[in-house]
């Protein structure tokens, strides 16, 4: 009995110390331009240790979606069932459970939504994640506004700003941003 008194506070903080390590993830939508007036959402976690169940609300403020822009596309996206995506004021509402290889370890993309300006241009426009219920602790984070307008591209400079947006981190220019620019820029020799 005396041995298993001494064995107690090793044993409860073993417990504090299974029940601290309890995974959480931060779940951060980075956009990315698809050309001017489109942005793709991805929807990255920093730790997907046991997400198998997610509903979440991602909406656009100046932006806008369908439930056929929701996409599969990312590193540990292709294991999720999305069993049910519905459209809400601004944006999509998805309901999603794993499959194999889901609530693995590891940072990865849950998927991508493609929002549209609806001015005509990406620029300040941001997309904000409400999490309704998951199987772990996922908190949201803001979103940076990515610049998607094609700048005139007159000088060399331009040409490398845009090239280092393609490249990144965050990414914020896709290869045609890049290709339409230097155009510009050979246009203005």
């Given at each position: 009995?005396?041995?298993?008194?001494?064995?107690?506070?090793?044993?409860?903080?073993?417990?504090?110390?299974?029940?601290?390590?309890?995974?959480?993830?931060?779940?951060?939508?980075?956009?990315?331009?698809?050309?001017?007036?489109?942005?793709?959402?991805?929807?990255?976690?920093?730790?997907?240790?046991?997400?198998?169940?997610?509903?979440?609300?991602?909406?656009?403020?100046g932006?806008?979606?369908?439930?056929?822009?929701?996409?599969?596309?990312?590193?540990?996206?292709?294991?999720?069932?999305?069993?049910?995506?519905?459209?809400?004021?601004?944006?999509?509402?998805?309901?999603?459970?794993?499959?194999?290889?889901?609530?693995?370890?590891?940072?990865?993309?849950?998927?991508?939504?493609?929002?549209?300006?609806?001015?005509?241009?990406?620029?300040?426009?941001?997309?904000?994640?409400?999490?309704t219920?998951?199987?772990?602790?996922?908190?949201?984070?803001?979103?940076?506004?990515v610049?998607?307008?094609?700048?005139?591209?007159?000088?060399?400079?331009?040409?490398i700003?845009?090239?280092?947006?393609?490249?990144?981190?965050?990414?914020?220019?896709?290869?045609?941003?890049?290709?339409?620019?230097?155009?510009?820029?050979?246009?203005?020799?």
């Open positions: 009995m005396r041995k298993i008194k001494s064995l107690m506070p090793i044993i409860l903080l073993s417990i504090l110390l299974i029940a601290g390590t309890a995974s959480a993830a931060t779940l951060t939508p980075v956009g990315s331009c698809n050309g001017q007036d489109e942005v793709d959402v991805a929807l990255n976690v920093d730790d997907a240790t046991g997400i198998i169940a997610f509903d979440i609300t991602v909406t656009g403020t932006l806008t979606t369908t439930t056929a822009d929701v996409s599969k596309t990312g590193s540990i996206a292709a294991s999720w069932m999305i069993y049910n995506v519905s459209a809400v004021t601004g944006g999509v509402r998805i309901l999603a459970n794993g499959g194999t290889g889901s609530g693995t370890t590891g940072a990865g993309k849950l998927g991508t939504i493609t929002f549209t300006a609806t001015d005509g241009t990406v620029d300040t426009e941001t997309a904000s994640v409400v999490v219920s998951a199987s772990t602790t996922i908190t949201p984070a803001a979103m940076t506004p610049d998607c307008s094609i700048t005139t591209c007159s000088v060399w400079d331009d040409v700003a845009k090239y280092t947006a393609y490249i990144g981190p965050p990414i914020t220019a896709t290869w045609a941003d890049v290709i339409a620019c230097y155009t510009a820029y050979v246009g203005t020799r």
